[in-house]
Every structure is written in C-alpha cells, then in structure tokens.
T-cell receptor, first 113, second 116 residues
Framework: DQQVKQNSPSLSVQEGRISILNCDYTNSMFDYFLWYKKYPAEGPTFLISISSIKDKNEDGRFTVFLNKSAKHLSLHIVPSQPGDSAVYFCAASGWGSARQLTFGSGTQLTVLP | DGGITQSPKYLFRKEGQNVTLSCEQNLNHDAMYWYRQDPGQGLRLIYYSQIVNDFQKGDIAEGYSVSREKKESFPLTVTSAQKNPTAFYLC???????????????FGEGSRLTVL
C-alpha cells in the first residue's frame, strides 16, 4: 500500500518555463512533507519542505503547495533550468510513524535547453 | 566537513557471497538508516537504528543484517539470502526526532552493488 504516490514517472519542460511536480498521500497522520532532489549515482539532497499548518512555502525558484483536504502537494520550479534535471522524491512524515520518512517513487524531471 | 561517507561506491559480488557496505557519519546524529533504490521505485527502508546497540527492521529487511556498535557507524551486510541484491544502496542519518521533528534525513552518496 503506497502511502505517498508520485503518479508521473517523468516530466519534460523547456528551459525558462514552469515545472510542476505532483505528489499525493493517503495517510492522514502525515503532517510534514519534504522534497528531495537526486542526481544519478548520488544520494538525495533536501530541497524544500512544508508543515501541515501552512499551505505554501517558498525558497527562491522553488515553491511547495499543500492542499490538505485533497491530500495533495506540488512542487513548482520557476524558471526551470537545465541543472534542475534530476529525480525528485516527495516524502512525508508524521508523529504516528515516529517521524520515519515515507517516500514516493520519484519523478524524473528533464529541462530541455 | 560534516557528512556521511559510504564505501565502496561500486561493488561487484558473485552469487552466494555476503558483502558488507560501510556507512560512517560525523554529524553526531543518533539515528541512522539504510535504504534501497531500484529503478522506477521509491526509497525503501531496509533497517534503521535510533541508538547504539539497537536497530529495527524496515519494510524490506529480509536477506540483510546490520550492526550499530558505534554511534558513527552503521554497516549493512547483504547476505546470500537476499534474492535480488543488485541495487543502489543509500545510508542516511538524522537527529532523533521528537514530536516537533520533521523527519529530514541526510544522505550519503550511495553504493551500487551488482551481483554477477
């Protein structure tokens, strides 16, 4: 049973345009959500996060939106750059799971020059 | 520089052999984790440890073993009982998470194991 789902395995966008990566979750106990970015043959690095008490968090070109009623979050990258090409993992944690992270399956973003 | 070091980066193993992947951290984190990544799949938790000399099974612990004799070190042994050991293995660490924690993990660069 996948508690965190990223239904799009891949996404291609033109350089300078907006990239929107989506993530859905099923566990109501999740109250903190994170996005990680991963390049090939490297470990994931933390990108941005959001607490369930907020519906938006912004950090430079990256914005995460949370819709609790829909159990949906999205990561917006504006403007997209070729260096953003990577796999993006959505992850969630909740006190009920002792703060263990549950990961989605990832979305491969390709930014075309 | 503080961080997590995994070794080796690449490893080849013959079927039937055990192999141990090393993970060392100097972040003074209490908790350490091992994940496995397969193509098209998310990160799946193998084992985790929140304190020295204690560890718990994750979602896919069968065929793996770990030890936590020191706070800094959390080696993973892939045994011959693991049916599909070829994968990318990631070690991570974090401070102990309380109610106000976030779950954020800090990852090493990974070890790619290939079984021939």
């Amino acid at each position: 049973d996948q508690q965190v789902k990223q239904n799009s395995p891949s996404l291609s966008v033109q350089e300078g345009r907006i990239s929107i990566l989506n993530c859905d979750y099923t566990n109501s106990m999740f109250d903190y959500f994170l996005w990680y970015k991963k390049y090939p043959a490297e470990g994931p690095t933390f990108l941005i996060s959001i607490s369930s008490i907020k519906d938006k968090n912004e950090d430079g070109r990256f914005t995460v939106f949370l819709n609790k009623s829909a159990k949906h979050l999205s990561l917006h990258i504006v403007p997209s750059q070729p260096g953003d090409s990577a796999v993006y993992f959505c992850a969630a944690s909740g006190w009920g799971s002792a703060r263990q992270l549950t990961f989605g399956s990832g979305t491969q973003l390709t930014v075309l020059p | 520089d503080g961080g997590i070091t995994q070794s080796p980066k690449y490893l080849f193993r013959k079927e039937g052999q055990n192999v141990t992947l090393s993970c060392e951290q100097n972040l003074n984190h209490d908790a350490m984790y091992w994940y496995r990544q397969d193509p098209g799949q998310g990160l799946r938790l193998i084992y985790y440890s929140q304190i020295v000399n204690d560890f718990q099974k994750g979602d896919i612990a069968e065929g793996y073993s770990v030890s936590r004799e020191k706070k800094e070190s959390f080696p993973l042994t892939v045994t011959s009982a693991q049916k599909n050991p070829t994968a990318f293995y990631l070690c991570a660490s974090s401070p102990l998470q309380g109610a106000l924690g976030t779950g954020e993990l800090f990852f090493g660069e990974g070890s790619r194991l290939t079984v021939l």
